[in-house]
């Protein structure tokens, strides 16, 4: 592979992880986003965006 496809590969690699954390978080997010239970006095508004919330 060109030395200049590997540079843009990793540059694109660490970027994706500043922004969207390390690969091994995602299980935890997901696994919190499935447990997460509304709460009765939440709005739905509020609910979804805790949801939301788990991931940086």
């Given at each position: 592979?060109?030395?200049?496809?590997q540079?843009?590969?990793?540059?694109?690699?660490?970027?994706?992880?500043?922004?969207?954390?390390?690969?091994?978080?995602?299980?935890?997010?997901?696994?919190?986003?499935?447990l997460?239970?509304?709460?009765?006095?939440?709005?739905?508004?509020?609910?979804?965006?805790?949801?939301?919330?788990?991931v940086?």
């Amino acid at each position: 592979m060109p030395l200049i496809i590997q540079r843009d590969y990793e540059r694109l690699k660490q970027k994706m992880e500043e922004r969207f954390g390390h690969t091994a978080m995602k299980e935890r997010y997901v696994t919190e986003a499935k447990l997460r239970k509304k709460q009765p006095e939440e709005s739905l508004r509020d609910f979804g965006q805790a949801i939301e919330d788990f991931v940086p």
